[in-house]
């Protein structure tokens, strides 16, 4: 819902054509619910809920293909549309938003409910009390209960070691990941190369992630399952394994795009980084199979709130990263490339530390 009325927003102040600027407050919607990020976090938690660990991660894989199909698709459909009437995809956008909330009322309630206490009800009004201070007393007590459970439940998690490192390498290899977007600019800068041609670096990346969602990362997930099935904490395991080889291809592939002389180097950079695309899935898989169930949606929150936030802060740093890297010369061009780097190399040491061998739900 929050979703619906943010773009409904939009298109009225489009078609209104009232001040840009009031687009901004379109933004209110979000306060409600969430917005994408809520939604991303509740949908990744029914994912978890609704399947076993062994296959968790391969499913997450398949929800990741959706998206990149919808990021291949969308921009050149949208291209051609837009030349013949903007409106025309602004439309077509709202009627594939209107149907979610209806979509999302069908989405099963996966939390059991049966260890669940019930809660003694201490804001009953008493003595023919008038019921509005009741309302009001509840509405007091709900937000407090909501914040403490939340600062508990949060404290809880990063108390321990293992999921405190897993949600820090998460968080570092996103934004690092996030260095990606200017691969355009550095290529077209240090090779001297139309930008015109250079994006289409960004068709082969995502094709890239592509093939590895869809057939690539699956099998191997099959493989390292068929592997660790005789261990009691196979599923652990296999996660922690796939994370720890998918961050290795990642480091390996910034360590090529920042040393290649050559554009056919970079091609086979990303190519290599792209490998590493199953990183996050297996983190996310491995984390709701270490904690317990009524604590998953606070754990992929969490994580939705990191890529939120490392969005955020990439954005304004790579800026400055990539507007020293213009001014230098040579290999130097890939600043951007050896900050990220260094994240992921750091990252890559740290997650070696991680130790699924005596695994207790954290609840």
């Not at 929050?2 to 209104?16: A, E, M, Q, R, V």
């Not at 919808?70 to 149907?99: E, Y």
């Not at 007590?141 to 508990?152: E, P």
């Not at 094709?207 to 652990?236: C, E, I, K, N």
């Amino acid at each position: 819902m929050p979703s619906t009325g943010y773009s409904d927003g939009i298109l009225f102040i489009c078609w209104i054509e009232a001040g840009v600027r009031l687009t901004l407050f379109s933004s209110i919607f979000t306060c409600f619910g969430g917005g994408n990020t809520v939604v991303t976090a509740a949908s990744m938690m029914i994912l978890a809920d609704s399947t076993p660990d062994v296959s968790r991660s391969r499913i997450f894989f398949y929800a990741s293909t959706s998206l990149t199909v919808g990021q291949i698709l969308g921009p050149p459909l949208g291209a051609v549309l837009m030349a013949k009437d903007p409106w025309i995809t602004d439309m077509i956008g709202f009627l594939c938003v209107v149907p979610v909330p209806g979509i999302a009322c069908l989405a099963p309630e996966t939390l059991d409910n049966t260890n669940l206490s019930a809660i003694p009800d201490e804001d009953s009004p008493r003595n023919g009390d008038v019921v509005r201070y009741s309302i009001m007393t509840r509405l007091v007590r709900s937000v407090q209960h909501v914040f403490r459970h939340a600062v508990t439940t949060l404290a809880s998690v990063f108390h321990s070691r293992n999921l405190a490192v897993l949600i820090a390498t998460y968080f570092t290899v996103d934004f690092a990941r996030e260095t990606l977007s200017l691969i355009m600019r550095c290529v077209s800068a240090r090779f001297k190369i139309p930008l015109a041609k250079a994006s289409y670096i960004l068709s082969f990346k995502a094709t890239g992630h592509l093939l590895a969602f869809a057939v690539l990362l699956p099998l191997f997930d099959t493989a390292l399952a068929r592997y660790y099935r005789h261990s009691s904490l196979g599923p652990h395991k296999k996660d922690l394994t796939l994370a720890r080889i998918s961050i290795v291809f990642i480091t390996s592939g910034y360590a090529i795009l920042v040393l290649s002389p050559a554009l056919v180097g970079i091609l086979v950079g990303i190519g290599v980084s792209t490998l590493g695309t199953g990183f996050q899935a297996a983190i996310k898989s491995l984390l709701s199979s270490m904690v317990d169930k009524d604590m998953v949606g606070t754990v992929f929150t969490t994580l939705s709130l990191m890529d939120t936030v490392g969005a955020l802060f990439a954005g304004r740093i790579d800026a400055l990263v990539i507007k020293q890297a213009l001014r230098m010369e040579g290999v130097w061009q890939s600043l951007p490339f050896i900050f990220a780097l260094v994240l992921c190399a750091v990252s890559t040491l740290v997650l070696g530390y991680v130790r699924v061998d005596h695994v207790v739900p954290l609840s």
